[in-house]
């Protein structure tokens, strides 16, 4: 079973950049059908969708975080990162890393514990 765990600074100031590392286990980053997801969830808010990195290295953003938003990968460490650029206190959320291996009619979902994030000055 794939398993995700979130790490990075939990306190960041206004237009510093946000970097987050999902160290993955359970399975390769790089396994066939694997989506590599970034999910957050702001205070007293709904999920909302940032975006994710194919088995194959390709890309998708959300429309509203596209400008701001890059997520890499070290296939080498199992790692997955998040970077958001210029970020507010708009960006203060828990962030979530996920998984997801989706073929023909099969899905399944692994997501890693959330990290809390604050920006603040």
């Known amino acids: 079973q794939v398993q995700l765990q979130e790490s990075g600074p939990g306190l960041l100031k206004p237009s510093q950049t946000l970097s987050l590392t999902c160290s993955v286990s359970g399975d390769s980053i790089t396994a066939n059908d694997y989506y590599w997801r970034w999910i957050r969830q702001p205070p007293g808010k709904g999920l909302e969708y940032i975006g994710f990195m194919s088995y194959s290295g390709s890309t998708v953003y959300s429309p509203s975080l596209k400008s701001r938003t890059s997520i890499s990968s070290d296939a080498s460490k199992n790692q997955f990162t998040l970077q958001l650029n210029s970020v507010t206190p708009e960006d203060t959320a828990v962030y979530y890393c996920?998984?997801?291996?989706?073929?023909?009619?099969?899905?399944?979902?692994?997501w890693g514990q959330g990290a809390q994030v604050t920006v603040s000055s």
């Open positions: 996920a998984s997801r291996k989706a073929y023909g009619d099969y899905t399944e979902d692994h």
